[in-house]
């Protein structure tokens, strides 16, 4: 069952006339683009809100780009909230465009973040909390499995 935030992105996204479909889908490029936009654009206006700016490393961006950070300012705290509100927003709506309900796949992912506390978890040098060598991912497959694919 889906959550409550997630039936209200769906109504935003069903009267902004985006697809909302029924089952798991894979969108069309169009579709995906948006996501993909929308996801960084808010994203990016966080970081901002954050007093942190982004550099990047390389020309190529990807999930492994380096990128250079840099505490440069001042929290706006209303602009902290709103982004992360924004995103939610953004990420469940992504969700949603791949007919994939939330509730299930963030509990496995919730449960699979607090298995990262076993032995031989550490904290790295910046503050991530890194995972133990025998940790286990979620099974993000294995939930969208079960929502009916």
């Given at each position: 069952?889906?959550?409550?935030?997630?039936?209200?992105?769906?109504?935003?996204?069903r009267r902004a006339g985006q697809d909302t479909p029924a089952s798991v889908t894979s969108p069309d490029g169009p579709t995906r683009l948006l996501r993909a936009?929308?996801?960084?654009?808010?994203?990016?206006?966080?970081?901002?809100?954050?007093?942190?700016?982004?550099?990047?490393?390389?020309?190529?961006?990807?999930?492994?780009?380096?990128?250079?950070?840099?505490?440069?300012?001042?929290?706006?705290?209303?602009?902290?909230?709103?982004?992360?509100?924004?995103?939610?927003?953004?990420?469940?709506?992504?969700?949603i465009a791949f007919g994939v309900e939330d509730e299930p796949v963030l509990k496995a992912v919730d449960e699979a973040n607090l298995r990262k506390f076993g032995p031989g978890s550490f904290v790295r040098e910046d503050g991530k909390w890194m995972k133990p060598p025998d940790w286990t991912p979620p099974d993000i497959l294995g939930v969208i499995a079960r929502q009916g694919q």
């Open positions: 069952m889906p959550t409550a935030h997630y039936e209200r992105v769906r109504q935003f996204m936009k929308l996801i960084l654009e808010e994203a990016m206006e966080t970081v901002a809100a954050l007093g942190v700016t982004v550099q990047l490393a390389g020309q190529k961006i990807s999930h492994q780009t380096p990128l250079d950070y840099a505490v440069d300012g001042d929290a706006n705290l209303e602009g902290v909230v709103d982004g992360c509100a924004d995103i939610s927003v953004v990420t469940i709506g992504t969700l």
